[in-house]
């Protein structure tokens, strides 16, 4: 079989008026970047066309380092749908440099199953990462000015909060000391880097109704606290006008094409592990102007992405899943089971069956939200027939349907009766009334929690010093009602990486708290994780490189 790239290579692409069009999308109005790519204007919204729309969320059981393919099997999904007549939109997230380069490459798909041109997509794309790293950088430059024409005054800050933000992955860069050599230099002071996907201004951005509301966030990011205490924001240094100036276009969704030319919109990419995972509100609620079924995902297992999901994206937008769809592979429930990482590609049905109770807890979680559930495997070559019935057979045991993802092979083609199936789901058995892990007037203790013992399964939680005089603080701000957003390994419901399966019994420790009073969440910071990833031994970009004018090796 050709590679990614050369399957995307290999696809002559519509115009994207034409795409447009097909979408319903008047094409005069687009800003288009080439032929290909377009933005489309936030205005597009149609809050009466968002209520006939019924959309479907895509999340996964807890992944392998390969990942689990939730992308390609949401693009598979929608390029059956369409296959079937049914006028489909996926609604994805942009992919970051930092993966793409680094571990798991790009996020564009896989096979027959893409969305396009993928080399566009998974580099630069219309340089909306470009415009979050400026913006939030900018008020890094913008704060370190203020801090050093204030020296010595009142207005001098105690406690600086706001780090820097690169969209690559470079464990160098997590702790570091800046103005050095002299005063003419700066003020010295320990800081640091994070990855953008992780930023506060890309949460924002993910979460913003529109341009004001995005200028109105960004007023309210905290930078710091003064002498006496109080929070230091972007708004009290004068510059929410101009970060929102570096933000007037990146805060237009994206409209791309799959590699069956039907309309893809892609936008925003905070990462589930250290963010809340989920494309832009904006960028769903304007496929859900447009489409009779739109296809989302959320990133990494549904205890992290399809939990924020719900907690933190449907409760700020007020959108509701008809259906719920959980990704599974033969590797990762024999993961789960006990079997060696080497030997996950090899049969081996005790395995897959003790892997089950990863399964059942992420279906467990999903239906507490009142969702209904649908499991899909995503189909490799070597799984064998007897797995892929074992699997089946406990579904439905289960009482949840199942189907079979072949589209990276077969493309839309391999979806139609997956896409049947959903299509019976959200008509027959469509999901209840969305229920929330924990109510706004809880603690932000009592949130933290309760996703902890209910999603997790962990017996307890420990708070840390550090995230205890952060507790504090978010009391007497008076902001216990934001949501939390927990930031954890994606390999295991604890916030132990190495402990595969469904871990009971443990304790989760949040060890820093941080507030995102622009993004309007609380983030506590759980075990070891990082929110500046570090390159693998062998990273992704040993394997890209240009000839003859062709990028190869991207995927």
């Known amino acids: 079989m050709k590679t990614d790239i050369e399957i995307a290579g290999s696809i002559q692409l519509d115009k994207i008026s034409d795409v447009a069009n097909k979408a319903g999308i008047n094409a005069e109005e687009l800003h288009q970047y080439g032929k290909h790519i377009a933005k489309i204007p936030v205005s597009f919204i149609d809050g009466q066309k968002m209520k006939k729309s019924s959309l479907i969320l895509v999340t996964a059981i807890t992944p392998t380092k390969a990942g ?46 893409q969305v396009l041109p993928m080399e566009d997509i998974n580099l630069h794309f219309t340089g909306d990462f470009h415009a979050i790293t400026s913006a939030h950088n900018m008020i890094t430059a913008l704060l370190d000015n203020y801090l050093y024409r204030n020296r010595g005054t009142d207005n001098y800050l105690k406690e600086v909060v706001w780090k820097r933000v690169l969209d690559v992955n470079d464990r160098n860069l997590r702790y570091i000391v800046s103005g050095l050599n002299g005063s003419e230099n700066g003020v010295p002071a320990e800081t640091g880097f994070e990855i953008t996907p992780a930023s506060e201004i890309m949460a924002i951005l993910c979460l913003s109704s529109d341009l004001e509301d995005l200028k109105r966030r960004i007023g309210n990011i905290i930078l710091g606290y003064s002498a006496n205490g109080n929070a230091f924001t972007v708004k009290d240094l004068g510059v929410a006008g101009a970060i929102t100036v570096l933000l007037k276009d990146a805060i237009n969704p994206n409209l791309v094409q799959t590699t069956e030319k039907s309309p893809a919109i892609i936008h ?43 907690n933190i994206k449907c409760r700020k937008g007020q959108i509701s899943p008809k259906l719920t769809i959980i990704v599974a592979t033969t590797q990762a429930l024999k993961m789960h089971g006990n079997v060696p990482i080497e030997s ?11 892997g089950f109770a990863n399964l059942d807890k992420h279906i467990e979680n999903m239906k507490s939200f009142g969702q209904s559930v649908m499991v899909a495997l995503n189909r490799y070559g070597f799984d064998s027939e007897e797995e892929i019935e074992l699997i089946k057979d406990h579904c439905h045991q289960l009482g949840v349907s199942f189907a079979l993802n072949d589209s990276f092979t077969k493309g839309g083609e391999g979806a139609i009766e997956f896409a049947e199936e959903v299509v019976r789901q959200v008509e027959n058995r469509p999901s209840r009334n969305l229920s929330f892990t924990y109510k706004d007037s809880d603690s932000i203790e009592e949130k933290i929690n309760k996703v ?23 009391e007497k701000q008076g902001i216990n009602h934001y949501p939390v957003c927990i930031a954890k390994t994606q390999y295991s419901f604890s916030d132990n990486a190495h402990a595969y399966g469904t871990p009971t019994g443990f304790t989760l ?47």
């Open 509 to 555: 420790t949040v060890n820093d708290i941080v507030i995102n009073n622009g993004a309007e969440f609380i983030v506590a910071i759980a075990g070891s994780i990082m929110r500046m990833p570090g390159l693998p031994a062998v990273p992704q970009a040993e394997y890209i490189d240009i000839i003859d004018g062709k990028i190869v090796g991207l995927s």
């Open 268 to 310: 925003g990419g905070p990462f589930a592990n250290i963010a809340h995972g989920c494309n832009s509100l904006i960028a769903t609620k304007m496929a859900m102007s447009h489409a009779d079924y739109v296809i989302t995902e959320a990133g990494f297992g549904a205890d992290l992405g399809a939990e924020k999901f719900f």
């Open 452 to 474: 902890a013992k209910s999603i997790y399964g962990a017996a307890s939680v420990r708070i840390g010093d550090k995230a205890r005089k952060k507790l504090a603080l978010i």
């Open 68 to 113: 689990i393919g939730k992308t390609t099997t949401s693009i598979g999904l929608a390029l059956g749908l369409n296959k079937i007549g049914k006028k489909t939109i996926v609604a994805l997230r942009e992919p970051s440099l930092g993966p793409c380069f680094g571990m798991k490459g790009g996020a564009a798909g896989g096979g027959y199953a």
């Open 344 to 354: 996950i590609k090899e049969r081996n049905t005790e395995g897959l069956i003790k």
